[in-house]
């Protein structure tokens, strides 16, 4: 496991977030070219922006296909087949309905239920149209966005793990906010929900994997007495309303983390557990609002509870 007084790190922020490399010399050409590399991505599938691949899509929304990228257009393809799977709660096409909650940016409210009805119509997956010969994307309907933000740092992250393999890097541990990638053994805190930034339910020992975390904490508003979090429901419209409060994927890639902590997050525990029976290469952990942590398993990590508010269990579903 890596020893913190022996490591560098480097930081900045990209993509809203903030970014943090860690390395066990000091090498700040490295750290600079990969802080150039998530740039070069950023500029390519944000949407937050007025010019990006992605947006140029969103625009042409219901006139004309658009020619992007490779790397864009198979990472859209990806996410419109996550976004088909049966009883999916992941959607590349919830552009509408993000820009009408806006949670997390300023104007945040609880729409009316007839504004969520108008953008659902907006958000079927089967309307985003893809032609892989041209690697065109087409949004069938006007009035369609897709949105990347559950996916793009995911990809990005694989990306950097992949570049500094290339540059002869057996140690280093890349943090997109969230999206936690790491070469060789470290050691990854899971962060309690709405408590100080270095307050931890437990940490994971990992040894060249990744870790992705999405919870109702990162991202909310109260209005009316309730809390609204960033993980919207795409079948309904809403915020995902159940007993979690965190999913934890550790994986291989962290492509497959972003994917599978939103389904995760819309099966829920029982259901979550059992779908992941069947998958040797996903292991999740599962914070509840009743401060039960349920490991899925224990094949490509090891967990040390740190809390004693919270109680450790295995999934019995």
């Known amino acids: ?169 057996d140690e280093a541990l890349i943090n997109l906010g969230g999206n936690v990638h790491t070469l060789g053994r470290w050691s990854v805190g899971l962060k309690k929900p709405f408590a100080a930034d270095d307050a931890l339910v437990g940490v994971m020992a990992v040894d060249g994997q990744s870790v992705v975390t999405s919870g109702v904490y990162e991202r909310y508003f109260e209005q009316d007495g309730r809390r609204w979090h960033h993980i919207l429901d795409p079948r309904s419209g809403y915020p995902l309303d159940n007993a979690l409060q965190s999913v934890t994927v550790i994986s291989a890639d962290s492509l497959d983390g972003d994917i599978w902590t939103t389904l995760l997050y819309g099966l829920g525990v029982e259901k979550g557990c059992a779908m992941l029976r069947q998958r040797e290469d996903i292991e999740a952990i599962f914070v509840t609002k009743n401060r039960d942590v349920i490991l899925s398993s224990q094949r490509r990590f090891r967990f040390s509870l740190l809390d004693a508010d919270y109680r450790l269990t295995d999934c019995t579903a």
């Open 1 to 169: 496991m890596s020893d913190e007084r022996c490591l560098y790190r480097y930081s900045t922020v990209l993509m809203g977030s903030p970014i943090l490399l860690k390395l066990p010399r000091h090498d700040e050409a490295l750290a600079s070219r990969v802080f150039q590399l998530i740039k070069r991505y950023e500029d390519l599938l944000t949407v937050n922006r007025a010019s990006s691949q992605v947006m140029d899509i969103n625009r042409a929304a219901g006139r004309h296909p658009v020619a992007v990228s490779r790397p864009v257009y198979q990472l859209i393809k990806c996410a419109k087949a996550a976004s088909l799977a049966q009883d999916s709660a992941f959607n590349l096409a919830i552009g509408p309905l993000v820009k009408l909650w806006r949670i997390g940016f300023q104007g945040s409210r609880v729409p009316s239920g007839a504004e969520i009805a108008a953008r659902l119509a907006l958000t079927r997956p089967q309307d985003v149209a893809l032609d892989d010969a041209a690697a065109s994307v087409f949004l069938t309907q006007p009035g369609m966005e897709i949105d990347l933000g559950a996916i793009a740092k995911g990809y990005i992250a694989d990306r950097v793990r992949d570049y500094l393999r290339q540059q002869g890097a």
